[in-house]
């Protein structure tokens, strides 16, 4: 972590324009993680609702609503994993 500030300390003073862009972007990725992260949560949320539905009536309308809201589920994780990959790739 260490040799993670240092390197930064330097960038600040060798070239402080790409530094600031750079921060700017790293902030913009974090804002797109959090915002990734929201969205999985509520799609939990909103298939656990669903889920239950389906339980009260094996409907297969509510079979349907529920195979939907499971794929959107892995939408959400598959775009919270690419912001946690962009902010990995941020920061080395």
Known sequence: MEE?????????????????????KFGLLKFELQ??????????????????EWIKDN???NLTVMRDEEQNLKIARLNYNAAVEKMDIMKT
């Open 4 to 24: 993670l500030k240092a390197r930064i300390e330097l960038l600040k003073e060798q070239d402080p324009v790409k530094m600031q862009d750079l921060e700017r």
């Open 35 to 52: 915002e990734a992260k929201k969205a999985v949560e509520q799609q939990e949320i909103t298939l656990a609702d669903v889920k239950g």
């Open 59 to 61: 409907s297969e309308e």
